[in-house]
């Protein structure tokens, strides 16, 4: 299991603002579980946000008036005779705290109150929402999380992904209905988080690397791709004229087996190879070299995949990343890879290392 430090400083990488002064203090605490952990940065990110102060949206308000406000509803008047008790029906947005960032926030929060944290985390998150007395909690489970964020609401970016992943990686519900908070994310959350902070470690750790997950075009002879997939990498580092294309692979088993013989999971192999591939006759008018990483998150499996293969031209490498230490040993596993395909030494620690 990743301790809960390591799980601060990858959504340290993943999502920046935490480096900023007011959430230094966090990473020098010890979590006993995820939940206190993402119930820590919620505290620090509500208090900050509540000192800029709190986010408000137009939200649109129909009511019997004594007094035209917005738009006049004839129909609805008539209907409700509104009219007889000299009332009108009247529609209007009302600039509001009560929008639906900070009815996430809420719920969250209470969600977060019910959970396995300390007795002064409650206390802290409960001050808080004095705060959000205005504000109606939200259904969690109706929540579209596609939210669109712009130069007013920015700021609301890591509090809203904190809360998703409070909701979807450590919500359960019991057989009785009744729900808890996991101990530690799911799978799923974890990958997203896992792929999110290999990308933003090597834009941070190495700038003369060009770190992105790039879209690679499909060679095609006759230009008809209908109906072919995307091919969206993880991640691809490119320096000079090197190109490594990295697909992050968090799973709770790492290898699949059969009659106990251990092989690598078939498609994951099949994808990286057609990356490459792709991308190596994209640049074949140039001086290039293009590799693959499959870059697994090692369990606690006796078997685990280090290997690396010239198909085709190109080399195939299959790795497992160590979270289960040290950061600093996190960070000097991810620099040995840059150090092998690209022959760039770090000699300075890591930004967030402790």
């Not at 979590?31 to 649109?60: C, D, S, V, W």
């Not at 490459?276 to 006759?281: A, E, L, S, T």
């Not at 150090?339 to 300075?348: C, L, P, V, W």
Request: proline content about 2%; overall charge neutral; charged content about 25%.
């Amino acid at each position: 299991m990743i301790p809960i430090q390591n799980v601060y400083y990858m959504l340290s990488y993943a999502f920046q603002v935490l480096n900023a002064q007011g959430y230094k203090n966090i990473a020098t605490e010890r979590f006993h579980n995820t939940a206190e952990l993402m119930a820590a940065i919620l505290a620090k990110g509500i208090a900050i946000q509540i000192k800029r102060g709190l986010g408000k949206e137009y939200i649109p308000q129909t009511e019997a008036l004594s007094a035209l406000r917005g738009k006049l509803d004839i129909a609805e008047s008539i209907k409700t005779q509104a009219i007889l008790k000299k009332q009108m029906v009247c529609t209007y947005d009302d600039f509001s705290v009560n929008g639906t960032m900070n009815r996430i926030i809420k719920a969250t929060v209470e969600l977060l109150l019910k959970s396995d944290i300390s007795k002064t985390r409650k206390k802290e998150l409960r001050k808080l929402m004095v705060f959000f007395l205005d504000v109606e909690p939200i259904d969690l489970y109706s929540v579209n999380w596609n939210i669109q964020y712009n130069r007013n609401n920015q700021t609301y970016r890591l509090l809203i992904s904190v809360c998703y992943l409070v909701v979807k990686g450590l919500l359960q519900t019991n057989s009785d209905g009744s729900i808890r908070l996991m101990d530690f994310l799911d799978e799923q959350r974890m990958h997203r988080l896992y792929e999110k902070f290999i990308l933003e470690y090597y834009r941070k750790e190495f700038p003369e690397i060009t770190a992105n997950a790039s879209k690679i075009p499909w060679q095609l002879d006759d230009g008809n791709g209908t109906m072919l997939p995307e091919m969206n990498t993880d991640i691809m580092l490119t320096y000079g004229n090197r190109v490594l294309i990295i697909d992050a692979k968090y799973y709770t088993h790492t290898a699949q087996s059969q009659f106990g013989k251990h092989t690598l999971h078939s498609g994951n192999l099949y994808q990286i190879f057609a990356y490459v591939k792709n991308k190596d006759y994209e640049l074949a008018d140039k001086s290039h070299e293009v590799s693959g990483m499959l870059l697994y998150a090692k369990t606690d499996e006796e078997v685990f995949p280090d290997n690396q293969y010239l198909m085709s031209g190109n080399k195939i490498t299959v790795k497992t990343l160590d979270l289960n230490c040290d950061f600093t040993d996190i960070a000097k596993q991810l620099n040995a890879i840059v150090s092998e395909h690209f022959g760039i030494e770090k000699r300075a620690t890591c930004n967030m290392c402790p």
